[in-house]
């Protein structure tokens, strides 16, 4: 059903969709869709989830609809930005493409309207970093970069033995006493090396936790996911960046739009007299 009155704003961020996986918040994503319209859709990685297909083919037509909505406003002038993550890790082979107004990116600067430049990443080239050691966030940015390359090969070789994916929100998982400081971990080194690349935010996903913080002078942004918490970043007009939480806002819409469908019957009809 389509929205009385959308949002409208400069950029939307989504990430960790996880298409394909039973517990992905299709329908609520796809209400959010179509409640949005913006010039820039920022998609900042997991938006398939290949690993769980493999696993257990699940793919309901809600899922296929996600993609429609997306690739509808890619039609209608609003510029997609796709930045695979680990479980979509496949689509980085495809980055540099352009598919009309989509593009397929490692990682993007977008500029803001009011000059912010944002580094956008998905996030779990971290994952190494964060587990092995604190000290190697305070390294220089050759070690991150060499570290960056390293997670890609120790991944490469678990593969080959059939391990899968070492994934921090999967750790997370485990270590629920330590989450808040591996959190914390997380974000440190995201901020360290946005620092290192002279931008002046990063907009990050994979850990499921949005968030927006200023760490030391850098502007650190998580848009959450859509399994857990329903969550995006928007831009508006005057560049001022905000977290939405969609859970409420779309039981909310279902509220109206069942209502909508119901008021037809509630009205007497031509030549019947009301009671
Ligand atoms: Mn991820």
């Not at 699940?58 to 993609?67: A, C, F, G, R, S």
Request: proline letters at 3%.
């Amino acid at each position: 059903m389509p929205t009385p009155n959308p949002i409208r704003v400069r950029s939307v961020w989504i990430s960790d969709v996880h298409l394909g996986f039973k517990g992905c918040q299709a329908n609520a994503l796809l209400d959010f869709l179509h409640s949005v319209e913006t010039d820039y859709l920022f998609l900042v990685g997991d938006i398939v989830d290949f690993w769980s297909i493999k696993k257990a083919p699940y793919w309901p037509q809600e899922h296929t609809n996600v993609i429609r909505s997306i690739l509808g406003k890619a039609k209608h002038e609003t510029k997609v930005i796709y930045i695979p993550g680990n479980h979509d890790e496949q689509m980085r082979d495809c980055v540099g493409h352009k598919f009309g107004n989509l593009e397929i990116h490692r990682n993007y600067v977008h500029t803001t309207v009011d000059g912010k430049k944002l580094l956008i990443m998905h996030g779990d080239e971290f994952d190494v970093i964060v587990k092995n050691s604190r000290w190697l966030a305070n390294l220089g940015s050759w070690a991150y970069e060499t570290l960056l390359s390293l997670n890609h090969v120790v991944n490469r070789f678990r593969k080959l033995f059939n391990c899968s994916y070492w994934s921090l929100a999967a750790y997370l998982k485990h270590k629920v006493k330590n989450a808040v400081s591996y959190i914390g971990s997380f974000e440190d080194a995201l901020a360290h090396f946005a620092r290192e690349k002279e931008v002046d935010g990063v907009v990050c996903g994979h850990i499921h936790h949005a968030e927006i913080r200023d760490i030391d002078g850098i502007l650190y942004c998580n848009d959450g996911d859509w399994v857990e918490s329903c969550s995006a970043m928007f831009e508006h007009a005057d560049g001022r960046l905000e977290l939405v939480h969609w859970a409420k806002q779309y039981e909310r819409n279902l509220m109206r739009d069942r209502k909508l469908l119901e008021a037809p019957d509630k009205q007497p009809k031509p030549g019947q007299k009301a009671a």
